[in-house]
């Protein structure tokens, strides 16, 4: 969460937004963005968002992408055949 909280920051900052801004973007309460942006929760734990959170946190720093591609490599496994049993992230139906 490090590095998200990295980029959130940084992303606000290039903005030139608050929190506050930054937050009503991302579709958070403002304590919630604060521990997003810090990383942490409490003195010494990570933060630990709502996935649905986290994704859209993600997609506001143009993430999103890249971060689904990661899932899929790691998803997948690297057989040369394919017929593994793997399922790929993209072959999910997203009902």
Same mark, same amino acid.
């Given at each position: &969460? =490090?590095?998200?909280a990295r980029a959130l920051k940084a992303y606000r900052?290039? %903005?030139?937004?608050?929190? %506050? %801004?930054?937050?009503?973007? =991302? ?12 990383? /942490?929760? %409490?003195?010494?734990?990570?933060? #630990?968002?709502?996935?649905? /959170?986290? &994704? *859209? ?6 993430? #999103?992408?890249? &971060?689904? *591609? +990661?899932?899929?490599?790691? =998803?997948?496994?690297?057989?040369? #055949? ?8 993209? #072959?999910?139906? +997203? *009902?």
């Amino acid at each position: &969460m =490090v590095i998200v909280a990295r980029a959130l920051k940084a992303y606000r900052n290039s %903005e030139n937004l608050t929190q %506050e %801004e930054a937050a009503a973007i =991302v579709g958070c309460s403002i304590p919630t963005y604060r521990q997003l942006e810090l990383g /942490t929760s %409490e003195i010494g734990h990570f933060s #630990d968002p709502k996935l649905s /959170t986290l &994704m *859209r946190v993600l997609t506001v720093l143009h993430l #999103d992408g890249p &971060m689904l *591609r +990661a899932l899929d490599q790691t =998803v997948t496994s690297s057989s040369d #055949d394919g017929t593994d049993g793997h399922t790929r992230v993209s #072959d999910v139906d +997203a *009902r």
